[in-house]
T-cell receptor, first 110, second 113 residues
Framework: AQRVTQPEKLLSVFKGAPVELKCNYS??????LFWYVQYSRQRLQLLLR??SRESIKGFTADLNKGETSFHLKKPFAQEEDSAMYYC????????????FGIGTKLQVIP | NAGVTQTPKFQVLKTGQSMTLQCAQD?????MYWYRQDPGMGLRLIYY???????DKGEVPNGYNVSRLNKREFSLRLESAAPSQTSVYFC????????????FGPGTRLTVL
C-alpha cells in the first residue's frame, strides 16, 4: 500500500526565515512525488513534481529514496506563501491513483 | 477553457436526503476523481474513473455512488445523506500521459444536518 506522511499539521515561521515542509512516503516501487498547494479561497493546484526538478515560487523539493522523503524547502518565506500544502504520491507510468497526505498549513508571520 | 467545474458550490441537506454533485472538465482528460477534504484527514479518494466507461472505489466509497456520464462528466451521488458526509468535495481530472498532474475543481461545501 502507498502512504504519505506529513508530520506537521501547522508550521509557523517568520517572514524571511527558511521553510521546510516535511513529507515521508511508503511505497515499494518507482514513485512519482508531488507537492500541491491550496491558497485561501483558491482551488488546489500543483506546485511542483519531482521529475521536473524545477523551482517554483522559490520552492524546491528533492526526492530522497534512501530516506523515502520529499521535503519542500524555501530559503526565505514570504507572506504570500501562507497556504495549505499537500504532499502526494503515485506510481509512475500511465494511469495511477494519487495518494495525498493530510496536509500542512504554513503560516508566515509578518 | 474553464478547466474543471463543479456544481453546486454550497449545499445544505437534512439527514436522509439525496443529492448529486456534478463535475465536468473540458481538457479532454481520460481520468476523473472525487475526493473529500476534512480537517486533519487531508484529501481522501472516494471514487475514480480511469477512463470513460469505468469506475472504481477509492479509499472511502461507502455511502456514495458515481456515474461517468461521458468523457467530460463525472457525477457523485449521495443516496441517503448522513452528518458524517459533511465535508468539502473536490472533483479532479488528469491526463496520465501528461505526468498525472491532477487538475481540481473549486469544490462543493456540503453540510448535512
Amino acid at each position: 500500500a502507498q502512504r504519505v506522511t506529513q508530520p506537521e499539521k501547522l508550521l509557523s515561521v517568520f517572514k524571511g526565515a527558511p521553510v521546510e515542509l516535511k513529507c515521508n512516503y511508503s511505497y515499494s516501487g518507482s514513485p512519482e512525488l508531488f507537492w500541491y498547494v491550496q491558497y485561501s479561497r483558491q482551488r488546489l493546484q500543483l506546485l511542483l513534481r519531482h521529475i521536473s526538478r524545477e523551482s517554483i515560487k522559490g520552492f524546491t523539493a528533492d526526492l530522497n529514496k534512501g530516506e523515502t522523503s520529499f521535503h519542500l524547502k524555501k530559503p526565505f518565506a514570504q507572506e504570500e506563501d501562507s497556504a495549505m500544502y499537500y504532499c502526494a504520491l503515485s506510481r509512475s507510468g500511465g494511469y495511477q491513483k494519487v495518494t495525498f497526505g493530510i496536509g500542512t498549513k504554513l503560516q508566515v508571520i509578518p | 477553457n474553464a478547466g474543471v467545474t463543479q456544481t453546486p458550490k454550497f449545499q445544505v441537506l437534512k439527514t436522509g436526503q439525496s443529492m448529486t454533485l456534478q463535475c465536468a472538465q473540458d481538457m479532454n482528460h481520460n481520468s476523473m476523481y472525487w475526493y473529500r477534504q476534512d480537517p486533519g484527514m487531508g484529501l481522501r479518494l472516494i471514487y475514480y474513473s480511469a477512463s470513460e466507461g469505468t469506475t472504481d472505489k477509492g479509499e472511502v466509497p461507502n455511502g456514495y455512488n458515481v456515474s461517468r456520464l461521458n468523457k467530460r462528466e463525472f457525477s457523485l451521488r449521495l443516496e441517503s445523506a448522513a452528518p458524517s458526509q459533511t465535508s468539502v468535495y473536490f472533483c479532479a481530472s488528469s491526463d496520465p500521459t501528461g505526468g498525472n498532474e491532477q487538475f481540481f475543481g473549486p469544490g462543493t461545501r456540503l453540510t448535512v444536518l
